[in-house]
């Protein structure tokens, strides 16, 4: 069965308690917390914060996706925040073996995330030291954009380099999912799903995400 991990930007941030809420009822896993600087991605999220008033009622896992350049700066503040999977772009690190390392001895998992255009093939070295990868379907730094059909073939070619390498990441998919991308990415390979317009645009967010769970 698929992870799913519901994208708390298109939540309702007015009504924040609801719908943090309304996932811990679900039958969502994790809670998928977008982080952006405005330099790595061409947009501003929320910082620390509105992290912190999410986990005080979060009953899941907080995944936090960085959109950041030079992440190693915040990695100790991200898991005083409540972070438990952290996640930092390929394309942000200079040197991401370090900041991998950095992340775990933090206590917290490990994931690194590549835009549509970079290679899986560059993982190769890392990727038995990685918790999780995370493909981008689309160009980070909106939510609702259209999913790019190239992370199909993507998603496979990871699934092959992970169980090359016997590692144990989890492959998981941002941007563009609903039940029929979603459906054909869990067929591709991939174990977690995020979702963010198609669950909190949907008249019963809490049904799409039992949806997509059942996908
Ligand atoms: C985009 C973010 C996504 C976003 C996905 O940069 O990383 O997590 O919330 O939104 P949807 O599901 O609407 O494409
Ligand atoms: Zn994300």
Redesign the pocket.
Known sequence: MAIISP?I??ADFANIQRDVDMINRSEADWF?I?I?DGVF?PNLSFGFPVIKAIKRHATKPMDV?L?IVDPDRYISEFKKSGADLLTVHYEACNHLHRTIQAIKAEGMKAGVSLNPHTPIHLLKDIIGDLDLVLL?S?N??????KFIEQTYTKTAELRKLIDENNSKAIIEI????NLETGKKLLESGADAL?????VFGSSDPEKTIGDLKSL
């Open positions: 994208s930007l298109s998928h977008d952006m991605v996706h959109m981008m689309v980070p730094g909106f939510g609702g954009q941002d941007g563009g999912v995020v979702a963010g317009s198609f």
